[in-house]
């Protein structure tokens, strides 16, 4: 099943939005995912992100909503992303007063980046080695994606993981779950400084597996060998206080460890990764090897 629908916008979506289509649990289907810059000519009209300004600015168009056949709040999805290919003129910028340096870099700016011969190559002439991932993974939060963008639901929460191969777990909110996609990158970098990375349209095929009555209270990535709990909140100490909390309660949920013990172990075998850039929500997550909780369920 494919779908082009590019009518939706990451900074309008709500659950009124209608889905481009439904699936049945197991099934898999195939998306064009628009770029962050897709519809914007020039760079320096583009609003601050995450500010009023940008509601229903023609920012990051979203793929979906994915309507999930039986989905209630209450229950979970796992998402399988099998491939995303990146294609097309890519484009990073500095966008007005965002990023980690905004006071000093203040006049918005773009380069393109073409994605050809296997790699993005930044302002045409410098060559990296793609990593192709999705910005924003989510099913739909009850109240619509405003104002926090990022939370229990997945959003754009910019985490380099979220990649082919990996599996995301969110939480359903509303029946249907109502899953959508935007914010592709043909590369990024964790922390992302100025705020964006190598913006491109790409096409993604995934699949959504359906999980009745599993209570889920925050995003869970499975990514090769590793579990990754996600924490957000208004400041990034919040956040990797959220994140840690987060996986402490899931790794004693799952190993029965003493929370103390767990919590001890995590700091010594746990990577800690701060995804987005400064913003009102800022995301992280604790990454935690699968071989160490195989042998503390064990022990």
């Known amino acids: 099943m494919t779908t082009t629908d590019k009518r939706w916008y990451l900074f309008d979506v709500n659950p009124s939005t209608p889905p481009a289509f439904e699936v ?18 020039d760079i320096s009209t583009v609003p601050t992100p995450f500010t009023p300004a940008c509601d229903g600015h023609p920012l990051a168009p979203i793929a979906g909503p994915v ?32 990023g980690v340096l ?13 994605v050809k011969d296997g790699r993005a ?3 045409g002439r410098i060559p990296i080695a793609l990593n192709p991932n999705l910005g924003t993974v989510s099913t739909m939060p009850t109240e619509g994606y405003k104002p926090a963008y990022a939370g229990p639901y997945g959003g754009d929460f910019d985490q380099k993981d979220v ?17 959508f996609f935007a914010d592709p990158h043909a590369a990024i970098s964790d922390g992302i400084i100025t705020g964006t990375g190598v913006e491109c349209d790409a096409t993604v095929r995934a699949r959504v597996e359906l999980e009745k009555g599993r209570k889920l209270d925050r ?15 208004p400041t990034v100490e919040l956040a990797t206080e959220d994140a840690a909390r987060g996986a402490v309660e899931w790794f004693v949920g799952r190993t029965g460890m003493d929370r ?13 990764r701060i995804g ?5 929500v800022m995301a992280a997550r604790l990454i935690i090897p699968r071989y160490v909780i195989d042998a503390a369920a064990r022990a």
């Open 24 to 41: 049945a649990s197991g099934e898999a289907f195939t998306l064009e995912v628009r770029g962050a810059f897709s519809d914007i000519a």
């Open 67 to 98: 309507r999930i056949r039986g989905a209630r709040p209450g229950d979970a999805v796992v998402v399988d992303l099998l491939e995303i290919t990146p294609h097309g003129e890519g484009k990073t910028a500095i966008l007005r007063d965002f």
């Open 102 to 114: 905004r006071r000093e870099f203040g006049e918005p700016w773009a380069l393109a980046c073409p």
């Open 121 to 123: 190559w930044f302002g």
């Open 163 to 179: 990649r082919a191969g990996s599996r995301v777990h969110l939480p359903v909110m509303v029946d249907g779950a109502l899953l």
């Open 219 to 233: 995003p869970i990535l499975e990514v090769d060998d590793t579990v990754q709990v996600l924490g957000f909140g």
């Open 260 to 272: 103390r013990e767990a919590y001890m172990l995590l700091s010594i075998v746990g990577e800690l």
């Open 276 to 280: 987005t850039s400064p913003r009102p």
